[in-house]
């Protein structure tokens, strides 16, 4: 898997990138978790993420924020971080200039950034966010919510309740044209441990009736 070096706004970001075989592919960058908690791009959630992508067809990009790994500058509190995956989105945008869709996904702090990059990137078409972490950040920004997507969540979440990401959840699915699908992994904690075969498995079916939906069926 290619390593790549991206021109970010404080220096280089060091990245991972698939580039599919499939002409107009869908696009997807991934955001890993805290990066002064040991969050990076090969985190195993983040990792899981990223080749559930790559195997439903998409070119996808996995970074390093800044101050993490190979990246330069140090943490920013999330405004530094939201202009790393900006930038990594138009470096994949410039690579495949007419994808089918495009998508942004996070894990914890990184879906944080990830509903973030939502408000500022109108291209955006879908997003996955896991464990976003609704009890330590301000997710009021989105009003409204500009595209549906997913939300998973481990029922064992020692770090996020689960009750603020319910009511994230359905704050989000009450405005008017938007499908959030909520779903609970019930054993698993808030790193998914042995239960990340379960979450690819759900995205893999979101991914993949998102990309393909069956066609609306006319009344009589």
């Not at 805290?34 to 790559?54: D, S």
Request: charged share 20%; with cysteine.
């Amino acid at each position: 898997m290619p390593e790549v070096l991206i021109s970010g706004p404080v220096g280089r970001i060091e990245a991972r990138y698939h580039q599919s075989k499939t002409r107009n592919a869908p696009l997807a960058i991934v955001l890993h978790p805290h990066p002064e908690h040991g969050g990076t791009m090969n985190n195993k959630v983040t990792y899981a993420l990223f080749r559930a992508f790559v195997d439903q067809g998409f070119s996808a990009l996995r970074f390093n924020f800044r101050g993490v790994g190979r990246s330069e500058g140090k943490f920013d509190h999330g405004e530094g971080e939201l202009s790393d995956a900006a930038a990594c989105l138009d470096w994949l945008q410039v690579q495949n200039p007419e994808p089918r869709q495009c998508w942004v996904a996070g894990f914890s702090f990184g879906a944080w950034v990830c509903m973030q990059l939502l408000m500022r990137r109108p291209e955006l078409d879908g997003f996955i966010a896991v464990a976003p972490p609704a009890n330590m950040y301000d997710f009021t920004f989105l009003a409204p919510c500009p595209v549906s997507g997913m939300i998973l969540q481990g029922g064992k979440d020692e770090i996020v309740p689960k009750d603020s990401v319910v009511k994230l959840s359905q704050r989000l699915s009450a405005q008017r044209g938007l499908h959030i699908d909520y779903r609970v992994i019930g054993e698993a904690d808030h790193f998914f441990g042995n239960e990340i075969p379960e979450m690819v498995g759900h995205v893999h079916d979101y991914l993949a009736a998102a990309l393909n939906p069956l066609p609306k069926v006319a009344n009589g």
